[in-house]
T-cell receptor
């Protein structure tokens, strides 16, 4: 079983739609969580950290459920510019970030 | 604030050769991590350096080695290159600490022929 699992997609949604991604992690000792965004052939860029109480940044909302070991990302009012791969990232305390394989989002006009 | 910079951007090598990739960390960041990203996969952790010492290592063989310099810049060296080493190599810098997010450079795309 992979340490961090994501649905690879692609998720094809129209502009203005709301879309949600989930991610599960296997290590219950994981301590911090992030969502990164990666455009084609570019480096990953931090989208947001994920806190136990849930957090929101504009159109983006992240949630963490430690009991079920999953993380979610909700994007409201999707824009064409949101098209990218979204990487779920977990820090287990072993100095490294563990990445999921990513979920590809394609927002269509 | 200067971001993470990597060089070169692209590199082509043949099997058996050796390669050195370079990374300058974001100003103020003292920790550098290296990742390998194969096509269609998420980045895989190679190792991390803090205060010029290896501070953690992923599941990569010893032919992957690194250095960190007093100015926190870093090198990744790969010996005896294999075809499967073809990938995007990403450097990320951060402050020390588990809740610190890592910020990535543009990466070096390495192709092995």
């Amino acid at each position: 079983r992979k340490e961090v699992e994501q649905d690879p997609g692609p998720f094809n949604v129209p502009e203005g739609a709301t879309v949600a991604f989930n991610c599960t992690y296997s290590n219950s000792a994981s301590q911090s969580f992030f969502w990164y965004r990666q455009d084609c052939r570019k480096e990953p860029k931090l989208l947001m950290s994920v806190y136990s109480s849930g957090n929101e940044d504009g159109r983006f909302t992240a949630q963490l459920n430690r009991a079920s070991q999953y993380i979610s990302l909700l994007i409201r009012d999707s824009k064409l510019s949101d098209s990218a791969t979204y990487l779920c990232v977990v820090h287990t305390g072993r100095r490294a970030l563990t990445f999921g394989s990513g979920t590809r989002l394609q927002v269509q006009p | 604030e200067t971001g993470v910079t990597q060089s070169p951007t692209h590199l082509i090598k043949t099997r058996g050769q050796q390669v050195t990739l370079r990374c300058s960390s974001q100003s103020g960041h003292n920790t550098v991590s290296w990742y390998q990203q194969a096509l269609g996969q998420g980045p895989q952790f190679i190792f991390q350096y803090y205060r010029e010492e290896e501070n953690g290592r992923g599941n990569f063989p010893p032919r992957f080695s690194g250095l960190q310099f007093p100015n926190y810049s870093s090198e990744l060296n790969v010996n005896a290159l294999e075809l499967d080493d073809s990938a995007l190599y990403l450097c990320a810098s951060s402050l020390a600490g588990i809740n610190q997010p890592q910020h990535f450079g543009d990466g070096t795309r390495l192709s092995i022929l």
